[in-house]
């Protein structure tokens, strides 16, 4: 090659070179490009101001071309942004869907299983209850065994002095006389949801049972309180203090009897055909003794027994229907009628 061709070529090399250059423009195209522009202790406030200086918001001009990526033999899709476009074109299979849009809250994923029934069995309060019982009844055994076997010698054998009755043994008997009333509430709740309905508009057993007992208790109480003032006119305060003292004794024995019923209906689930004849085996024998110890204390010297039986008649048998029929229809009422 001569030296005058690369003298002469060397200006156009050059120049190819020069064109061949990428030229990086000098305007930042990111905001990263405009962030490392600015010292490294700028403040956010001024980042941000320089963001604003380099970038300038533009309006959006969306294309009014028809959309053509539909499929064959269909319409054109329609414009998303048009007000009057229905629902269901608005929403995608997707739209509710947790995964697509994390505002909404996370549900179970999966199919629920059946919900637990429930069962007496398997309540702690009911148990902690019937625990506390048998603890109460054991303590009431302990202290008070020589007088209740001897209360229990000298019910068919009057003794020949009467024994002393303390203040703890009377309060002995309150207690076993309110177990009375519970046991025999938890009965008639067993005996409502199994045979009357178990679609009541009170839905919680405690509430149930509490106002049951309380039905019971009100009904001891007022039997109580009708014998005392009939006994005030009759008898004199010997026997009264005699004979409320066995009333109080036979309420005790009923809730005794029927505690072991309740447990096994609890704990066991029995047949309730066979619990019903249980607990009315209880109240009849119950009523037997009554009957037996009024004669006994009232009416053994004068033997007149149609005076006995129109006083257990006005005192025993009516008060006891009148208790069913409040119970019956206290219960017709919280009944739900669909």
């Known amino acids: 090659m001569h030296p005058q061709d690369s003298i002469v070529s060397e200006p156009v090399v050059s120049a190819i070179i020069a064109d061949t250059i990428v030229h990086r423009p000098t305007r930042p195209q990111t ?6 522009m600015l010292p490294k202790d700028a403040t ?51 739209a509710k869907d947790t995964l697509l849009h994390p505002e909404l809250t996370a549900g179970r994923y999966g199919v629920a299983g059946d919900p637990v029934n429930y069962t007496v069995r398997n309540d ?10 048998f603890m109460m009844a054991t303590i009431v055994f302990s202290y008070s065994r020589q007088l209740i076997t001897h209360q229990l010698k000298a019910f068919f054998y009057p003794p020949r002095k009467e024994s002393f009755i303390t203040l703890t ?12 009333c519970l046991m025999m509430g938890i009965m008639y709740y067993f005996y409502t949801i ?35 003032l009939v006994n005030t006119i009759f008898f004199d305060s010997k026997k009264r203090g005699h004979w409320t003292w066995t009333q109080s004794f036979i309420t005790a024995l009923e809730g005794i009897a029927l505690f072991p019923a309740v447990m096994l209906e609890v704990y066991f689930t029995p047949s309730i055909q066979n619990v019903a004849f249980y607990f009315v085996s209880i109240i009849i024998l119950a009523k037997i003794l009554t009957f037996y110890k009024c004669w006994s204390i009232f009416f053994r010297q004068k033997s007149i ?7 257990l008649c006005a005192l025993e048998i009516v008060p006891m229907l009148a208790l069913w029929g409040t119970l019956v229809m206290i219960t017709n009422e919280l009944k739900v009628i669909f």
């Open 169 to 180: 043994t009377s309060r002995f008997l309150y207690f076993l006389g309110l177990q009375t």
């Open 124 to 133: 702690d309060a009911i148990t902690c209850m019937l625990l506390f019982c």
């Open 305 to 311: 027994f149609l005076q006995i039986i129109l006083y």
């Open 31 to 36: 905001p990263y490009q405009v962030l490392r």
């Open 44 to 94: 956010p406030a001024q980042q941000d101001s320089a963001i604003q200086a380099w970038f300038k918001p533009n309006e959006i001009h969306y294309s009014d071309q028809p959309d053509t990526l539909h499929l064959p033999g269909h319409d054109a899709g329609r414009n998303p942004r048009d007000v009057n476009l229905p629902q269901y074109y608005r929403e995608t299979f997707f």
């Open 194 to 228: 199994n045979y009357v309905t178990d679609d009541l508009l009170i839905d919680t057993p405690y509430i149930l049972i509490g106002f049951f007992s309380t039905i019971f208790l009100a009904y001891f109480l007022g039997k109580t309180f009708i014998y005392y």
